[in-house]
């Protein structure tokens, strides 16, 4: 299982970024995929979850309504748009991939595959 995770990089607070997670390795179509992200000091946190048909999201608060979660089954690719960032959205964002019960759609235990991370910097 390979998730290769790409487009961080440095940008000013209120612009946009968009992240890539490219899969293999694992039929993509039967896997939830996530984001979570970690900063500095700090414990990885849960971003944004979709299930298989992608359809259902899921949103951490902290950013409901400016990030979004895109998951192309035919190019087993996910995205995560990232809009009207903020410098709290700094951190090195991971992609993953699991079989997740509902319970578990926004736990790191629902997951069992990660990628790299790719690093977001955000400044003010």
């Known amino acids: 299982v390979q998730l290769q995770a790409s487009g961080g990089g440095l940008v000013q607070a209120g612009e946009s970024l968009r992240l890539s997670c490219a899969a293999s390795?694992?039929?993509?179509?039967?896997?939830?995929m996530a984001w979570f992200r970690q900063a500095p000091g700090k414990e990885r946190e849960f971003v944004a979850s979709a299930r298989y048909s992608g359809d259902n999201a899921y949103y951490a608060g902290s950013v409901k309504g400016r990030f979004a979660i895109i998951r192309d089954n035919a190019k087993i690719t996910v995205y995560l748009q990232m809009n009207s960032l903020k410098p709290e959205d700094t951190a090195v964002y991971y992609c993953a991939a699991g079989r997740p019960i509902i319970s578990q759609i926004m736990e790191r235990s629902g997951f069992g595959y990660w990628g790299q991370g790719t690093q977001v910097t955000v400044s003010s």
């Open positions: 390795g694992f039929t993509f179509r039967n896997y939830a």
